[in-house]
């Protein structure tokens, strides 16, 4: 196979100042594309602000040979969101890649804990952002019918205790995915939308304490999610509106599906027949991953056939 190549590709990574951002557009800028390295500069809570932070990262991608350049602007406000493609198109034009990794944990503990703040500063960082940065860049993907655009969610929807603004706002990552996806789709666009949850040693893995924090560092360093996040920025990224985990090498493929389930035909049916038929519908040999809300809604009607579910 040939060496999947960026050249002449622009590409904006939110939150690339360290960690996973950085190794992404370390990635794509070795493989020829001119990157914006974004990022605020603050802590790991979205405390603080130092340009100083992308600069480095950016600086070091040139000294490596790269093409790089620093944006400090927040991905967390419409404004911010827009200057940062604004820098982009004003330095090469257009944007052809945005990985939306910025991201924080602002709270932690047990939900009664939790503030009304943090909640807002974890849903503005990665929903938000997510949001305004995937509109920045819209209509200039469409009307070019081109655009690779990675989201960046997170594992913790899966479940991750009671302290839930982070995991929410990684859960919404995962629909605007989908939804957008389901809209290049529709247009016939060569815009594709795909979506990762990484797993690596980070300064956000020292919430898991000092003893798994150092175990994620050596097994799960941020240059082995990068790989995954390039070949869904390439050209010949095979998919739209998908998501995977990646980590330590290796990754695989997150889906959200529906069981055979149990399709009453009897409109006036009880809750005895749903609690009856609650082991058939918890049954997951047998199901169908839905392309869409209605496609979801349509499994209802009596028309569907059996084999739309797949073992
Ligand atoms: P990190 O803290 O090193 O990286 C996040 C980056 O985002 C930081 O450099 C930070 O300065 C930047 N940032 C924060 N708010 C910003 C804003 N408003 N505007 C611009 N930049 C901002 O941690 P990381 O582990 O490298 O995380 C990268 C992404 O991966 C995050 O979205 C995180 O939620 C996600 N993630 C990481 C893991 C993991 O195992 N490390 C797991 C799941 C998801």
Redesign the pocket.
């Known amino acids: 196979m040939s060496e999947l190549r960026f050249d002449d590709k622009v590409a904006i990574v939110?939150?690339a100042?360290?960690?996973?951002?950085k190794a992404y557009a370390a990635l794509l800028a070795a493989r020829g594309a001119k990157v914006l390295v974004?990022?605020?500069?603050?802590n790991?809570q979205?405390e603080g602000k130092d340009q100083g932070?992308a600069d480095a990262a950016a600086r070091e991608i040139r000294d490596a040979g790269g093409i790089a350049e620093a944006n400090g602007d927040?991905?967390?406000t419409s404004a911010g969101a827009q200057a940062i493609v604004q820098d982009a198109l004003t330095r090469w034009g257009r944007v052809d890649i945005l990985v939306n990794?910025?991201?924080?944990v602002s709270a932690s503990g047990t939900l009664s804990n939790v503030t009304d703040e943090q909640w807002d500063k974890d849903m503005a960082?990665?929903a938000s952002?997510t949001f305004y940065l995937c509109r920045a860049v819209w209509d200039g993907m469409l009307e070019r019918d081109f655009g690779r655009i990675v989201n960046?969610s997170?594992?913790?929807w899966f479940g991750m205790g009671s302290a839930v603004p982070y995991p929410a706002a990684?859960g919404a990552v995962w629909a605007m995915t989908r939804g957008l996806a389901a809209a290049t789709q529709a247009q016939g666009k060569d815009v594709k939308i795909n979506a990762i949850?990484?797993?690596?040693g980070?300064?956000?893995?020292q919430l898991m304490g000092p003893e798994i924090h150092g175990l994620?560092e050596r097994d799960f360093p941020?240059r082995a999610v990068a790989p995954v996040v390039a070949m869904l920025a390439h050209d010949s990224a095979p998919c739209n509106g998908e998501m995977f985990t990646a980590g330590g090498g290796g990754y695989t493929r997150v889906f959200a599906g529906v069981t055979r389930g149990y399709r009453a035909t009897d409109k006036d049916w009880t809750p005895e027949t749903a609690l009856a038929q609650f082991d058939a519908v918890m049954d997951t040999n047998g199901f169908h991953i839905p392309a869409g809300s209605m496609d979801e809604a349509a499994l209802y009607t009596s028309d569907v056939p059996w084999d739309a579910f797949k073992a």
């Not at 100042?17 to 951002?21: C, D, F, Q, S």
């Not at 990794?101 to 924080?104: D, E, K, L, Y």
């Not at 949850?197 to 690596?200: D, F, N, Q, T």
């Not at 980070?202 to 893995?205: A, H, L, V």
């Open positions: 939110t939150g100042g360290g960690g996973l951002g974004n990022d605020l500069g603050g790991f979205g932070y927040s991905v967390a990794n910025a991201g924080i960082v990665s952002g960046i997170s594992g913790s990684k949850m990484p797993i690596a980070s300064r956000m893995t994620m941020a």
